[in-house]
């Protein structure tokens, strides 16, 4: 595996040794195209595990979902088991990582899986031989669990399909009330997917998650025999009986300190919890010392304090926890950690580049699975796509299992180098950087920018649809640049910005000074707060020739909309923007929100939207569209907050390409069936002012 190239401020050497390989860099279309690894669990032998493989197919716009068994030695080729039909996904958009459960024999896994338009179970024999369903309930499955002798399983359902399809169309034929559980902005009926289907989305509390209609209603809970499948209502002494394989259903009964973190596992063996405590910046890693009692013991070796924990697990048959660190010195870069509760020593297992986890990486809780002797983790890096690897728990000794992007892997092009500088005020950021795959002799190359997180293999940056080993190829440095973890954690919106900002700016004047990028052509884009911070750049400064977002920032529009969710969202957006309605705190919205700052907005603005959010971009975005300013929307349909269908995906990766392309580089594509697109942006280039130095040069048509 390939060490990570570590740059300090005065890192001219060592950029100047990057650049172009031998190989092409991938297009946009292999990068969405890559296999996704999730959902790692090793059997209670031992020598297996089960994992997940996703990967897009753009001329079936769809996802295929695979469950593969490795042997844990290595000692025989990966096998295919299961088909696991359409991705499981959170509602916001991303894939959920669920890792299957054994039987307690070794010989099954047991899955939820979307099939036929529903979620059920279902179990795969380990030797491929076999797949069965073993639930056919009129509703989708929530969750399930085993029991502790494999005989059985508990499984919980909400409302029936049938009954939410008629509560969806008795919706239709009578009207919708506009209540605090209508997204205003959204479509009201069968406008996002939901479990494989579209359906009609509500609010589900009072700030932006969302749900399907009778999502509140109770939830009920059955028994299935595994030796006939026979199904029964689960009773009391049932609950009783499962409660330790269960998930934590109700968090106010978890210890007072976790703070929301429903981060807790339980030892197989002993029976004890290890979990999270967040407190400040860092969290804690605490086990219970007793079943009965909430008494516990917590790691206090200097190992265990002030770094970012972001999984456990319990070694088999051991007291012992194996957890996984983010280091945010090395760029969020991942290493395993052991924890023997009997010394209360902790002693480092391994130490990767990028992520070392048990799926995508960016989710709090995604675990290795850990067994006696090994973990088996997925490994990503900057410029290293998706792998399962061996890790030895005693030497640290890492084995790949399955690599199933070598084709990708061959084509990155220039390869990425780790950054860290510190601004002005001295706060430290990290980054990766592609260089340019080639430039002019004599001339320094643009310089796209992304800000937010820098997980894993960077396809696009935070939301993923920005296409950075592209752009690099096509001679553009693609930068991803990492929040620091005390900016993360600060609940002032406006000093998040502002530090962002700074962050940029110490960068792009680096990297200018040094002559690698022309700091007169630099472009930006992101997700979410990667958008805010796009929009704060473009607003505040002069920085930027051209901008990508696909989220909204905050705007009169987003006030209204969200405002009938009542008191728990004000006192979000009170806490977050320090913001009251538009009339109660005037200043603060001229202050914030770019509604109000059409006049300091000059870069050319792409949006490219999901149908969820993108009349909240409205206020800006239609008196911009009428001025000397060059902007551009697309919405796509039925997309939540982070878009998933390959199409759209894609759409969005080449247009982002396109965009960055003419405005930094002058370039036109060839393709004729672009020629409409290089139409309307030559039009806004030929309308675009100049703008002066102190940015006033504006003129609305």
């Known amino acids: 595996m390939r060490r990570l190239s570590v740059c300090s401020v005065a890192f001219a050497a060592c950029l100047s040794a990057a650049g172009a390989s031998g190989h092409a860099a991938p297009s946009p279309k292999m990068l969405l195209e890559l296999a996704d690894l999730s959902s790692v669990a090793m059997s209670p032998d031992g020598r297996r595990v089960a994992f997940q493989q996703e990967q897009a197919s753009v001329e079936r716009n769809t996802y295929s979902v695979t469950w593969y068994v490795a042997a844990v030695d290595g000692s025989t080729p990966v096998r295919k088991i299961a088909d696991g039909g359409d991705p499981l996904r959170l509602d916001y958009g991303g894939s959920i990582s669920e890792p299957p459960q054994w039987s307690a024999s070794s010989q099954w896994i047991y899955y939820r899986a979307l099939l036929g338009g529903q979620v059920q179970i279902w179990r795969a024999a380990a030797d491929g031989s076999r797949t069965e369903q073993v639930t056919h309930d009129p509703s989708d499955v929530d969750w399930f669990s085993l029991s502790p002798d494999g005989a059985r399983l508990i499984y919980s359902v909400g409302a029936s399909r049938a009954d939410i399809e008629r509560a969806e169309q008795d919706e239709y034929d009578r009207g919708i009330r506009i209540d605090h559980t209508i997204p205003l902005g ?37 028994i299935v025999d595994l030796s006939n499948l026979a199904v029964r209502d689960a009773t009391p002494a049932d609950m009783s009986a ?180 510190t601004d002005a005020k001295g706060r430290t950021f990290t980054g990766q950087l592609f260089p340019p795959a080639s430039t002019r002799p004599g001339q320094a190359a643009p310089l796209f ?38 900016d993360r954690l600060n609940p002032d919106q406006l000093s998040r910005y502002e530090a ?63 405002s009938l969710q009542g008191p728990g969202f004000r006192k979000n957006l009170k806490r977050t923007w320090g913001l009251g309605s538009p009339e109660e705190t005037p200043e ?9 700052n059409l006049d300091r907005i000059h870069a050319p603005l792409l949006l490219q939207m999901p149908e969820q959010e993108y009349l909240e971009a409205s206020d800006y975005f239609a008196p911009l569209a009428n001025s000397a300013t060059p902007a551009e929307m697309f919405v796509f349909p039925n997309e939540p907050h982070v878009k998933f269908q390959p199409r759209h995906k894609l759409a969005a990766y080449e247009r982002n390409l396109d965009w960055f392309r003419f405005w930094l580089q002058g370039y036109v594509d060839p393709d004729p069936l672009k020629a409409d697109q290089y139409t309307r942006w030559e039009a806004m280039r030929a309308l675009r002012l100049p703008v002066t130095p102190s940015g006033q040069a504006r003129t609305t048509g």
């Open 186 to 222: 959204q479509g009201l009926y069968h406008s996002a997917y939901l479990n494989g289907r579209l359906a009609s989305i509500r609010f589900t509390g009072d700030w932006s998650g969302r749900g399907g209609l009778l999502a509140d209603g109770p939830a009920r809970q059955h």
């Open 242 to 421: 499962f409660g330790a394989v269960m998930p934590v259903l109700d968090m106010k009964a978890a210890p007072t300190d976790l703070d929301g973190l429903n981060v807790r596992v339980r030892s197989a063996s002993s029976g004890k919890i290890a979990y999270l405590v967040l407190e400040g910046d860092h969290m804690r890693l605490r086990v219970t010392t007793s079943t009965e009692t909430p008494s516990f013991v917590e790691c206090a070796a200097p190992a265990c304090q002030n770094v970012t924990i972001t999984a456990i697990a319990w070694r088999p048959g051991r007291d012992q926890v194996v957890f996984t660190t983010s280091d945010p010195g090395r760029g969020r870069a991942q290493s395993l950690l052991l924890w023997d509760l009997a010394s209360d020593t902790v002693r480092p297992i391994a130490q990767a580049d990028g992520l070392i986890s048990g799926g995508h990486g960016s989710s709090l809780g995604e675990s290795c699975s850990v067994g006696a002797l090994a973990a088996v983790c997925v490994t990503a890096s900057a410029d290293t796509p998706p792998r399962l690897e061996r890790i030895d728990l005693a030497t640290g000794e890492r084995r790949v299992l399955d690599d199933p992007n070598q084709d990708l892997a061959q084509a990155v092009g220039p390869r990425a180098e780790f950054l860290s500088w």
């Open 449 to 486: 920018v992304t800000y937010y997180g820098c997980a894993g293999y960077l396809r696009g940056g935070v939301g993923d649809e920005w296409p950075l080993a592209s752009l690099a190829g096509a001679g553009i440095a693609a930068l991803c640049i990492n929040e620091p973890p005390t």
């Open 500 to 562: 962002a900002m700074s962050g940029v700016e110490a960068i792009v004047a680096e990297l200018g000074r040094r002559g690698i990028i022309d700091p007169h052509r630099v472009g930006m884009g992101g997700l979410s707060f990667g958008s805010e911070v796009v929009m704060w750049v473009a607003m505040k400064t002069d920085l930027l020739s051209a901008a990508s977002m696909t989220s909204p920032s905050v705007t009169p529009t987003y006030f209204r909309f969200h």
């Open 588 to 596: 603060r919205w001229r202050l914030l929100s770019p509604a109000f």
